[in-house]
Each structure stands twice: as structure tokens, then as C-alpha cells.
């Protein structure tokens, strides 16, 4: 019984905190608008950084935890004197690789790339700034690269000096007019004025933050040496067998390198990078955290505003209804009655605008990922988070008001004008 009494008396006091929204209409808009701004910036950039976590994520775990390469330098430089320092060690080689393959006992593929950017013509039609690598065969399982039409060559081609490539459908738009990927292969192409034989197309990888990682033309190793240059450092691509094994190889292949370089105990620097895609990973996660906090404090100092502007308008409504109070006081209401009523008005207040927040959030979401490209993913958790700060806002900058409304005396209440 008592249960349901409390029940009825949520219902009326929600119920009346509805009527007097309503009645004041410019008002309850005007104490909404802070709350609206807050909750819509935290979703809308929750919304956008959960698809680009995913988005990112997939696309440089590829290969899950069992691959990582060795280089001369590491995949982000963040200073001159780094890039000094990095420039002074030794190329990384084809010996290199030979001794990874020989020595390491729990690396499972081991491949090689040289990588480069240059122009692609076919015909009349050109494509400048394509990505171009020269690469071992085991590349394509290390990097999970599938082929959707026509083949990938061969170690024998590679060694042979066929001159043959695998290329992106980006190029399909850009030099072959849109042609289908099964009507391209056998064609020649030349990329830098080498004439090149497409084996085959591979299967589209799709963008990243925009960037498209389609534009590419990948051919063999030695090719690419020719190309690039045959002493210029070489990109070690490691793959272990099974995850667990991860930590000891990357361990073995410092330790091979190091030898290799003669680096000494005391010896900091191991003489070449040796890094997975976590790196990126890493990089990306500082850089999407800083946005959190930043949106975070925006959204704190608006969502205080607004619990401010919901403290003062329900002051004043306890101000204009303070005969309302003494009479309900009069004929029976308690204190609490008093209080759970403002308490609910201005939850009501803040959970409206928090609803309206969620929703323009993800509109906002939606609307920069049609204009800007950017993945967007909807978590019932981020809808929830939303709403329940709003709630608590609304508790917080209610608090006062009701409890102010609670301790008036009926008689004194009733004698205000």
C-alpha cells in the first residue's frame, strides 16, 4: 500500500511539474538550451570517435597481434633530433631479412617491402600520387591482401624479373575509366614509365579518417629495387603463428638485429625499429582522448550553465507560486509532498533537454558523416549516459529550490502577494 502511494505520488507531482512547463513556454525552452548544447556536443563527438575507434581499429589490426616490422626508423618521428638520430643508423637490408628467417625460432613469415609514391599512366589517362611497393610474395598473407579478380605473382616470377603488378581499384576510376576489375587484368600500365602487366585486383580495403587505401599499385620485390633503388633500407615484415608467441619473436628479432649491429648491453638504441601497428593505435588513442576531454569540458561548462539557469527559473516559479504552497501546505501537504514536486520540475526540465541533446547528437553525427565521410556508431551506452547526467543536473540544480519551497510556512506563504 505504501508502495503505491508513493507510485501516486510521483505521478501527480509529475504531473503537475508538466502543467506549469507548459504554462510557461519561452521560459522552459530558455532553461533547456543549456542542457540541449551539452548533451549534443558529448554525443555527437562519442557518436563519431566510436566509429573511428572501430574504423581505425579494424583497419590496423588486420593482422591481429601477430605481425610487426623492422625498420630503419620508426613509424612516427616526433622531432628533428629523433630524425637525425634515425638517419645515422644503418640501412636495414635483404642480409637482415635472411638472418630474421634463419635465426628466429618462433617467427612463421617473414617479408620484405619497399615503399614509394609515383605516377601511374595507362593510355591517354594518369593518376599521380599513387602509392607504390615492391613486395616479397609472403606480403600478401602478412598483410591479408585477397585478390578479387585475376592472381598475385610468383616467387619464381619475382626472382625472374617479370615485370607484373597488383593494383587497387582506386586506379579502376582514375586511369581505366571504371572498367570492371576482371576486365583490366593483362593490361599494361606504366607506373613511373616502367611498363607493368596487371596480374590481378585486389579486393577494396575502403577508407581511413577519408583517406582511401585503394590507391596502390604493388608489384615484386626486385622490381621494386630496380624502381626505388637496391640499396636504399629495406621494411622487414614479421608474422608469428599463433598470438602468444607475439612478444617472444618481436624479443628474438631485437636481439638478432642488435647483434647484427653490434650494440653492447649498455646500448639503448637497438640500431632499427622494431614496431606493430599498435604504435598507430597508440597515437590515434592520445589523440581521439584529448578531443574527449576537450568536448567533455565544453560540455561540463555548459551543462553547469544550464543547471544554473534551472536553479534561478525554478526559484522564480517557487517565488510566483508561493500562495500555491501555502495553500497545499494548508489542506494537508507535506513537506516532502512540496519538495518531490520543484525536485520533479526541474528534473523533468533537465531529462527533456538531455532526450533532445541525444537526438541532435546523433542527427549531428549523422549530418557530419554524410558531408565529411566520417563512421559514425550508435551505443545505447552514450543514449543513457546522456539522459542520466541530465537527471543528475537536474537533481543537483533542483535541490535548493525544492528544499526552499518545503521549509515555507503555510500562513506566511498564503499572506504573499
Known amino acids: 500500500m505504501r ?29 533547456l538550451l543549456g542542457v540541449i548544447v551539452g548533451v549534443t556536443s558529448v554525443i555527437a563527438v562519442v557518436t563519431i570517435i566510436s566509429g573511428l575507434d572501430t574504423t581505425v581499429s579494424t583497419a590496423f ?21 629523433d630524425l637525425i638520430k634515425f638517419n ?34 595507362y593510355q591517354n ?3 599521380e600520387g599513387v602509392s607504390l611497393r615492391g613486395l616479397t610474395p609472403t606480403m600478401f598473407d602478412i598483410e591479408n591482401v585477397t585478390i578479387q579478380s585475376g592472381r598475385r605473382w ?33 593490361e599494361e600500365l606504366r607506373v613511373n614509365g616502367i611498363p607493368f602487366t596487371i596480374l590481378g585486383v585486389a579486393t577494396p580495403f575502403g577508407k581511413v579518417l577519408g583517406f582511401s587505401r585503394d590507391n596502390f599499385v604493388y608489384f615484386p620485390f626486385e622490381e621494386g629495387q630496380r624502381m626505388f633503388g637496391a640499396r636504399n ?10 598470438a602468444a608467441d607475439f612478444e617472444a619473436a618481436k624479443d628474438e628479432v631485437r636481439s638478432i638485429m642488435r647483434n647484427r649491429r653490434g650494440k653492447s648491453f649498455g646500448d639503448e638504441d637497438d640500431g632499427v625499429s622494431v614496431e606493430s601497428q599498435d604504435a598507430f593505435l597508440s597515437i590515434y588513442g592520445s589523440a581521439t582522448s584529448g578531443i574527449y576531454a576537450a ?75 554524410l558531408v565529411m ?33 518545503a521549509k515555507l510556512d503555510p500562513i506566511e506563504a498564503m499572506r504573499n502577494d
Do not use: W
Not at 66 to 80: C, D, E, G, M, Q
Not at 233 to 242: E, G, L, M, Y
Not at 310 to 328: A, D, P, W
Open 3 to 31: 508502495f503505491y502511494g508513493t507510485i501516486l505520488l510521483f505521478k501527480e507531482s509529475f504531473k503537475l511539474a508538466l502543467l506549469s512547463l507548459r504554462a510557461n513556454k519561452l521560459r522552459t525552452l530558455l532553461t
Open 61 to 81: 589490426s588486420s593482422q591481429g597481434s601477430t605481425a610487426f616490422s623492422v625498420s630503419k626508423r620508426p613509424l612516427v618521428i616526433t622531432s628533428r633530433e
Open 88 to 121: 645515422r643508423r644503418r640501412d636495414v637490408t635483404t642480409d637482415d631479412a635472411d638472418a630474421i628467417k634463419r635465426l628466429c625460432r618462433t617467427c612463421d613469415r617473414v617479408g620484405m617491402s619497399l615503399n614509394g609514391l609515383g605516377l601511374v599512366k
Open 125 to 127: 589517362n594518369k593518376s
Open 154 to 186: 610468383t616467387e619464381q616470377e619475382g626472382i625472374s624479373g617479370r615485370s607484373v603488378c597488383v593494383i587497387g581499384t582506386d586506379l579502376l576510376d582514375n586511369v581505366f575509366d571504371g572498367r570492371q576489375p576482371d576486365a583490366v587484368v593483362g
Open 233 to 242: 633500407s629495406i621494411t622487414v615484415h614479421v608474422q608469428v603463428a599463433d
Open 295 to 369: 568536448t567533455l569540458a565544453v560540455a561540463a561548462v555548459s551543462l553547469v550553465v544550464g543547471g544554473i539557469v534551472v536553479m534561478n527559473i525554478v526559484l522564480v516559479s517557487v517565488t510566483e507560486r508561493t500562495r500555491e504552497i501555502g495553500l497545499r501546505k494548508a489542506v494537508g501537504a507535506r513537506r516532502r509532498d512540496i519538495m518531490l514536486q520543484f525536485l520533479i520540475e526541474a528534473v523533468a526540465v533537465t531529462v527533456l533537454g538531455g532526450t533532445i541533446g541525444v537526438i541532435a547528437g546523433y542527427g549531428l553525427a549523422f549530418l557530419l558523416s
Open 373 to 405: 565521410g566520417f563512421p559514425v556508431s550508435i551505443r545505447a551506452s552514450s543514449a543513457l549516459m546522456g539522459v542520466g547526467v541530465s537527471a543528475v543536473v537536474g537533481i543537483i540544480s533542483g535541490s535548493y529550490p525544492a528544499l526552499k519551497a
